[in-house]
């Protein structure tokens, strides 16, 4: 029920003042719900060991910053976060007369990104931890956490925690010309290479820019 009124506000020139005036979004609880989320994911991150290694290990290492095609082939899944997250995302997305909370939406986004990146990397060394060769353990985590992430984000994370923001005739494309790409990239080079830190990286910038497009709130922000 609350989905179906979120739809329907939101297809017409309904603004983020209404919806919360309406109790059909509540920045403060989406706030506190993204925070047990990000909690589960250091945890996690946590005890799998993944954390620690990954404050232990460097960006890259000396022969990586030597190598022509470790800098090739970093440069152009940077670039193609820039494009789909910084271009392509935001065109698709809409914010409903929020407000611009820069503070706010830049830190949710750095957080969100840097405990998603965590959750990702520790399944990621747990796949690696079979023994399979880089490219079944790409593709396993490609499948399992395509599959996750479709059903966190429609299920839970885009109606409980994100405010409205998709269009609805845009939804496709993003999942093709961002999300998919994207992962498959970024799980690429981190099969190859190893570098956790900038595996979280991509990932921060890519939910920064998210954040900040969607304009996501203040804790505190309610209808005028």
Same mark, same amino acid.
């Given at each position: 029920?609350?989905?179906?009124?979120? =739809?329907?506000?939101?297809?017409?020139?309904? @603004? %983020?003042?209404?919806? &919360?005036?309406? @109790?059909?979004?509540?920045? =403060?609880?989406?706030?506190?719900?993204?925070?047990?989320?990000?909690?589960? #994911?250091?945890?996690?991150?946590?005890?799998?060991?993944?954390?620690? *290694?990954?404050?232990?290990?460097?960006?890259?290492?000396?022969?990586?910053?030597?190598?022509? #095609?470790?800098?090739?082939?970093? +440069?152009?899944?940077?670039?193609? &976060?820039?494009?789909?997250? %910084?271009?392509?995302?935001?065109?698709?997305?809409?914010?409903?007369?929020?407000?611009?909370?820069?503070?706010?939406?830049?830190?949710?986004?750095?957080?969100?990104?840097?405990?998603?990146?965590?959750?990702?990397?520790?399944?990621? =060394?747990?796949?690696?931890?079979?023994?399979?060769?880089?490219?079944?353990? &790409?593709?396993?985590?490609?499948?399992?956490?395509?599959?996750?992430?479709?059903?966190?984000?429609?299920? %839970?994370?885009?109606?409980?925690?994100?405010?409205?923001? @998709?269009?609805?005739?845009?939804?496709? =494309?993003?999942?093709?010309?961002?999300?998919?790409?994207?992962?498959?990239?970024?799980?690429?080079?981190? +099969?190859?290479?190893? @570098?956790?830190?900038?595996?979280?990286?991509?990932?921060? *910038?890519?939910? *920064?820019?998210?954040?900040?497009?969607?304009?996501?709130?203040?804790?505190?922000?309610?209808?005028?």
């Amino acid at each position: 029920m609350w989905l179906q009124h979120v =739809r329907i506000l939101t297809k017409t020139a309904a @603004n %983020f003042d209404i919806l &919360v005036a309406m @109790n059909l979004y509540d920045p =403060r609880k989406s706030w506190t719900r993204a925070s047990v989320y990000f909690a589960t #994911c250091i945890a996690i991150g946590w005890a799998s060991g993944t954390l620690t *290694m990954l404050l232990q290990t460097p960006l890259a290492s000396g022969l990586q910053l030597q190598d022509a #095609c470790w800098w090739a082939a970093t +440069a152009a899944v940077t670039a193609y &976060v820039g494009f789909a997250y %910084f271009y392509f995302w935001p065109r698709g997305t809409l914010c409903y007369g929020r407000q611009l909370r820069p503070a706010f939406a830049l830190f949710f986004g750095f957080v969100w990104g840097a405990c998603q990146g965590l959750l990702m990397l520790s399944v990621f =060394r747990y796949v690696q931890g079979f023994g399979l060769a880089p490219q079944w353990t &790409v593709l396993i985590m490609f499948i399992v956490y395509s599959t996750f992430s479709g059903l966190w984000q429609s299920q %839970f994370w885009d109606v409980y925690v994100s405010p409205p923001h @998709n269009i609805e005739e845009w939804n496709l =494309r993003k999942v093709l010309v961002c999300h998919v790409p994207f992962l498959l990239f970024a799980l690429l080079h981190l +099969a190859i290479y190893d @570098n956790a830190a900038v595996f979280i990286l991509w990932q921060i *910038m890519a939910l *920064m820019s998210c954040s900040w497009v969607m304009r996501f709130p203040a804790p505190g922000d309610h209808g005028q």
